[in-house]
């Protein structure tokens, strides 16, 4: 099959965005674009990679990232959450258990993005994120089937991003709009991007990186408002402030205080400032501390202090704890880890609200919010990679207490397969099972998903 009986294949399966509510119109029977190309993939390798040259060439003025660019993301996934009983509160009756129906949830997200040319030192940046629902059987926390077990990804779109920048002073990049933002490992503020709609804020983040001054980056910004990834709005005033300085090849140190002061009294609960100290090597497979060729040390130590902040509804302080060791031997990396997060009553939690937290404390996202009793989480981690790093398998054991140790909520299994076919495209497949004891309810969730992006 040559590149241009591919393009013939790709046009009678075209993705046709007809709506502002979403696309691919329901009488429409066509493959998703992403299952089509990944399938084609395949089957033609050499073909598809004359396609994608040509794609590339045509989405990016000159030089991306400089000159301008189209960007296109196509994410289509199955979700399957299957549940134990769980508690019901229903209106003027009284709580009790009950089994949700199975949730089945095949939807797909589109972005299409367009980043403009460099204009003495200016740049602009817009972008449009909607998700069609093709199975719709699933409570989406906005569509009104509380029957179902819960995804997340409700059927909308949004303006995801729309923020201008400008770079004309040295190593300085002033950036205001709508956009993402992502510090450190995403655990306080992030763009919970595991979900089909991210997270943006309407912000102002000013990025100083200065690399001959001990390697030092500053984050120090101002957000407005929150756009959440089930496309609600929460009003906020929040400052925040990270700063990150290069140990050598031994890792980072970062201090960071961020003042989340929430101005809705529906959200009053998640009002909170937190100061921290973070000392790692470790940010995505990979990184360690090399002792050979083929070996490395890995660790993370890290401390957190919050408490009440202008509109909280309790009175407290609490901590957080976050120790990790490991190793990276030949194509293998081995974690050990401990995370706590303090808390001593209801709404007296150490708590996270704009942190990226289904990628802490298990992928069946049963402790999205902290139990009022805090949660220790004790896990192992295994992550290998195969056919020159194309692959990635990973698995992951937690073991979740109280914050004493003394409670244990529950053991979750967690499994994940990637494959990459060269830089565009990708598959996914990943499980997740929590085997509940005192905590919440048995969960397994099972997902796969195709991805291009350009």
């Not at 046009?11 to 007809?18: A, E, M, T, V």
């Not at 949700?100 to 040319?117: E, F, K, Q, Y």
């Not at 503020?189 to 390697?215: A, K, M």
């Not at 901590?319 to 997060?341: D, K, P, S, V, W």
């Amino acid at each position: 099959m040559d590149h241009r009986s591919l393009l013939q294949v790709l046009r009678n399966h075209h993705l046709s965005i007809n709506n502002v509510g979403g696309f691919m119109p329901r009488q429409q029977k066509k493959i998703p674009l992403s299952v089509a190309l990944l399938t084609l993939s395949v089957a033609s390798h050499s073909a598809l990679a004359g396609v994608t040259q040509e794609v590339e060439d045509a989405l990016n003025f000159y030089h991306y990232g400089k000159n301008g660019a189209v960007k296109i993301d196509l994410n289509t996934r199955y979700e399957n959450v299957n549940q134990g009983d769980v508690m019901t509160k229903p209106i003027g009756g009284v709580p009790a258990k009950q089994q949700p129906d199975t949730a089945n949830a095949v939807t797909s997200r589109l972005r299409l993005g367009l980043l403009s040319p460099v204009f003495h030192g200016l740049q602009g940046y817009a972008e449009y994120e909607g998700v069609y629902a093709m199975d719709s059987n699933y409570n989406s926390t906005v569509n009104g089937k509380s029957q179902y077990s819960t995804v997340a990804d409700p059927y909308v779109s949004e303006l995801d991003q729309l923020w201008l920048s400008y770079a004309g002073f040295a190593d300085t990049i002033i950036k205001g709009g709508r956009q993402r933002i992502k510090l450190d490992d995403d655990r306080f503020i992030g763009n919970v991007g595991w979900r089909q709609l991210e997270q943006t804020y309407d912000s102002v983040l000013i990025t100083h990186n200065n690399q001959q001054l001990f390697g030092l980056t500053v984050n120090v910004g101002y957000m407005g408002n929150v756009k959440t990834f089930t496309s609600t709005t929460e009003n906020i005033n929040a400052p925040i402030l990270n700063v990150n300085y290069k140990l050598g090849d031994y890792g980072n140190l970062v201090g960071y205080g961020y003042w989340l002061g929430y101005t809705e009294q529906e959200n009053y609960n998640k009002s909170n400032q937190t100061y921290g100290l973070r000392v790692t090597n470790y940010q995505k497979p990979g990184d360690s501390f090399k002792v050979s060729d083929n070996y490395g040390l890995l660790y993370t130590a890290e401390w957190s202090i919050q408490s009440d902040y202008q509109n909280s509804l309790q009175k407290y302080t609490v901590n957080r704890f976050n120790l990790m060791g490991g190793l990276t031997a030949h194509m293998f990396t081995f974690q050990g880890a401990m995370e706590q997060l303090d808390g001593v009553g209801q709404n007296k939690t150490f708590i996270t609200p704009l942190g990226t937290n289904h990628a802490f404390q298990g992928w069946a996202d049963l402790f999205l919010v902290t139990p009022k009793d805090g949660i220790r989480d004790v896990f192992g981690t295994m992550i290998t990679s195969l056919d020159k790093g194309s692959v990635a398998l990973t698995g992951v054991y937690h073991a979740f207490y109280d914050d004493t140790g003394s409670v244990h909520y529950g053991d979750e299994w967690d499994f994940m397969a990637t494959k990459k076919f060269g830089k565009h495209y990708s598959v996914l497949a990943k499980y997740a099972y929590y085997n509940a004891d005192q905590y919440n309810t048995d969960t397994q969730k099972i997902w796969l998903q195709g991805n291009i992006s350009f």
